[in-house]
């Protein structure tokens, strides 16, 4: 089992819809969390840090959920231009910090 | 902003062959990483660097070795470059005391082995 499992998707989904991706971590001694998007056949870019109180971002919202092990990030209204693969990150201290990426969800958004 | 360069955006060679890939950044950073990004297993780090002259195994160290002698440049060796070794390699790095940890990547580089 993947340490940062997140569902590979596709997600397609027409303009102005809301959509939520999931990601789920089994290291409890995770400590840092972020979504990063990466744009096809481009590197990765940070989109937003993930709290427990959640943060927003525009139409961007992200949450933690630590006592299930999870983080959500929700997109509302929908543009073309989200098209992309939106990467879960989680960095855990265990003798030193580690940074595991999720393998990503890919997200079409169609006029 | 942060720039993150590689050496090449595609790179073709031949089994067997000695393999440099190199990283530059210009944000003084301490922290560099070296990854490979594979369809539906996503980015597995292959060493980091923390300083200059050090360097720390990551994940999927087997086949590769690195170097940092300047604080600005990590480079990726494949000592003898095989077929399981093609893949798209990223470079990134990230300064010490960025509370948020971001990590800023290079294009990468494509790379086919045959």
């Known amino acids: 089992r993947k340490e940062v499992e997140q569902d590979p998707g596709p997600f397609n989904v027409p303009e102005g819809a809301t959509v939520a991706f999931n990601c789920t971590y089994s290291?409890?001694?995770?400590?840092?969390f972020f979504w990063y998007r990466q744009d096809c056949r481009k590197e990765p870019k940070l989109l937003m840090s993930?709290?427990?109180s959640g943060n927003e971002d525009g139409r961007f919202t992200a949450q933690l959920n630590r006592a299930s092990q999870y983080i959500s990030l929700l997109i509302r209204d929908s543009k073309l231009s989200d098209s992309a693969t939106y990467l879960c990150v989680v960095i855990r201290n265990t003798g030193g910090f580690k940074t595991i990426f999720g393998a990503g969800t890919r997200l079409f958004v169609k006029a | 902003d942060v720039k993150v360069t590689q050496s090449s955006r595609y790179l073709v060679k031949r089994t067997g062959e000695k393999v440099f890939l190199e990283c530059v950044q210009d944000m003084d950073h301490e922290n560099m990483f070296w990854y490979r990004q594979d369809p539906g297993l996503g980015l597995r780090l292959i060493y980091f660097s923390y300083d200059v002259k050090m360097k720390e195994k990551g994940d999927i160290p087997e086949g590769y070795s690195v170097s940092r002698e300047k604080k600005e440049r990590f480079s990726l060796i494949l000592e003898s470059a095989s077929t399981n070794q093609t893949s798209m390699y990223l470079c990134a790095s990230s300064g010490q005391f960025n509370p948020s940890y971001e990590q800023y990547f290079g294009p990468g580089t494509r790379l086919t082995v045959t």
């Open positions: 290291n409890s001694a995770s400590q840092s």
């Open positions: 993930v709290y427990s």
